[in-house]
Every structure is written in structure tokens, then in C-alpha cells.
């Protein structure tokens, strides 16, 4: 508990003192990888691959990190499933790496799955 108060505190103290950042009005959500690839100095044919890798890291680490922190395993699985479904939407990243995640997930909980039904 004072774990997460003490990080309920950082998070506040870090929103009060980081200044607003403001931008344009028309913002392509699926220009931002290459941005920030283009920023990074990541050469060209692999720019948006690895800024959508590092945007989806980011997103991915500020939603699911609290659930993996506060519910369950099955909580997080699900949450887990909706970020990356979320991310292949605004095509940040690739489907294959959704795929290969279920698969992955799939092949942990086969054992299970085989108790369930049997």
C-alpha cells in the first residue's frame, strides 16, 4: 500500500511540474511511428517499424502495467488483448506481432484448456 501511494504522489508531482505541451490542430495518429523514428535517427526503411515499436511500448507499459500491478492474471490477459487491438487499429503496430502473442498466450494456457474440457 505505501508503494502505491508513493507512486500515486509521484504521478501528481510529475503532472503538476511538467509543463503543458501544446501542438497543431490536425494530428495524423499513423504519421507519429515515423516521427518518431525520424527523431531517433533510425535509418530509413525500418523508421516507422521501430517508432511504432517504442510508441506501442510506451502505451503498452502505461495501460497494462496497472492492471498486471493491481488485478489478476486473466485481468491483464484481457487488458493485454485490448491494447494490442487498439495499436494493430491506428496501425502502430504490425498484425503478425498480435498473432504471434495469441499464440503464444495460446500454447501457456494449453494445458489448462485441456483440463477445462476434459
Known sequence: ???????LFSLFFLSVIIP????DA???????PQQVG???????????????????CIVFLALVMPTLLLRNKSVSI???????SFLV???????WIMLITVLMV??????????WFS
Do not use: H
Not at 490536425?26 to 507519429?32: G, P, S
Not at 484481457?78 to 494490442?84: D, G, H, Q, S
Not at 487499429?89 to 498484425?95: E, G, M, Q, T
Not at 495460446?106 to 483440463?115: D, H
Open 20 to 23: 503543458v505541451a501544446y501542438c
Open 89 to 95: 487499429a491506428i496501425s502502430w503496430l504490425p498484425v
Open 1 to 7: 500500500m505505501k508503494k502505491l501511494s508513493f507512486l
Open 26 to 32: 490536425d494530428i495524423n495518429i499513423m504519421e507519429i
Open 106 to 115: 495460446t500454447g501457456l494456457m494449453a494445458s489448462k484448456m485441456k483440463r
Open 78 to 84: 484481457i487488458m493485454v488483448f485490448m491494447v494490442l
Open 38 to 56: 525520424e527523431s531517433l535517427g533510425i535509418p530509413e526503411p525500418n523508421t516507422a517499424f521501430i517508432g511504432g515499436l517504442f510508441m506501442s
